[in-house]
C-alpha cells in the first residue's frame, strides 16, 4: 500500500505538515484494519524522515529514490495494491492507471472514475447531468476574471482550485479585492456560491452501478482568514441512514466506475446538496472501526467477490480530530 504524503511523495522537499498528519491518520487506520486479517502480507511505503512500523516490511524511500519507480517495482511485486493520494497535479488518477497498466488488482476506485471526482467542475458536470442536487459551479476563466460586477448577486462566492484537496487553497470572497487577489493567481479555479448549511459526509462503498453506506459524519470547520479549516469530524454522529440511501443509489448510477471506499461531502439546509465525490480513503475512514465495529478492509476485499458484509458490533459516534501530529526520527 502507498500513502502519497508519508509514503515519499515529497521526499525531495519539506512534508507538509497538514497533508502528513492526515495521511499518518488514514495509513496508521488502514494498517490496523488489513493486520486485523491476519491474512495478508504487507508492504508499506516509508517516507525517511517518518518512524518505522514496528512489524511491517516498510520500503523507505529517500531523497535519491525515484518515488514512481520505486512505486512501479513495488506494484509488479504485489497481487492487490491500495493507493491514497490527493487529486491535485492528478496524482491518484496517475497511480491507479499505474496500476492498471500492470494488470494488478486495485482495491481503490479506477483512474476514469478519478478522472472526473477528482475534478469538481467535472463532478459538478455529472451530478447536474444525472439531476443530482449539488452546489452550482462555475469556471473562474479569464472571463470571470474580467468582471468581478458579474459575480454581484447577493451573497458571499467559495473559490476553490479545480482539483484541491479539502480546503487548501479555498477562499471566501465578499468584495472586489478579495477577488482580485485570486484571480491574480491564474491558476485553474472554479466559484460557488458560499452557503451555509450543516455539513456532513458519508462513508461508502461502491461496486458497478451499487452503493453502501456505512455511515453518516459530521463535519466541524474554522473559518479563518477567509478559509475554512477542519477542526474534527464526528463518525457515524447519524444514525438514520435511510434518507441518505437513495442519493447513494443514484450516484453508483451516475458513476458506475466508482469502487471501494468513497466519501461524499455534502452541505445539508432546506435540502441536501452533494458538493464533492472524494475517490478515496478520507479522515473519516479513521474513526469507522471504533465507531462501528466495520473492517473496511475486510469489506473492500469482499467487493472482489461479492457484495459486502456490514453488519455493525457497536454503534456509536466517534470524534476524530482533524489535526494530527507527524514524528520524523
Known sequence: ?????????????????????????????????????????????????????????????????????????????????????????????????????????????????????????????????????????????????????????????????????GCADSYVITNRQDFEQIAARKSSYIIQPHLQGVKTSLSCLFKQGSGWLVCVNLQRFELINRQYHLADIVVNHHPDLGSYQQLIAKIASALPELWGYVGIDLIENDRTLVLEINPRLTTSFAGIYDALGINIAEA?????????????????????????ETHAS
Open 1 to 165: 500500500m502507498f500513502e502519497y504524503i508519508t509514503g515519499g511523495g515529497f521526499n525531495k522537499q519539506p512534508l507538509p505538515d497538514s497533508l502528513a498528519g492526515e495521511g499518518s491518520l488514514m495509513l496508521n487506520a488502514l494498517l490496523d484494519n488489513l493486520i486485523r486479517l491476519n491474512s495478508l502480507e504487507i508492504t508499506v511505503m516509508l517516507d525517511w524522515r517518518l518512524e518505522a512500523l514496528t512489524g511491517i516490511n516498510s520500503v523507505i524511500i529517500r531523497p535519491e529514490h525515484d518515488v514512481i519507480e520505486e512505486f512501479t517495482r513495488l506494484v509488479k511485486q504485489s497481487d492487490l495494491v491500495w493507493p491514497i493520494a490527493p487529486e491535485f497535479d492528478s496524482i491518484l488518477q496517475k497511480l491507479c492507471q499505474k496500476v492498471e497498466s500492470l494488470g494488478k488488482i486495485l482495491l481503490t476506485s479506477t483512474s476514469t472514475a478519478v478522472a472526473i471526482a477528482g475534478n469538481k467542475f467535472k463532478t459538478y458536470e455529472l451530478l447536474n447531468q444525472h439531476q443530482i442536487a449539488t452546489v452550482p459551479t462555475r469556471l473562474l476563466d479569464d472571463t470571470y476574471f474580467s468582471s468581478f460586477d458579474r459575480l454581484r448577486t447577493g451573497g458571499e462566492w467559495m473559490v476553490k482550485p479545480i482539483d484541491g484537496v
Open 300 to 324: 473492500v476485499l469482499q467487493l472482489l467477490h461479492g457484495e459486502p458484509i456490514l453488519n455493525p458490533v457497536c454503534n456509536k459516534p466517534i470524534t476524530v480530530q482533524a489535526k494530527q
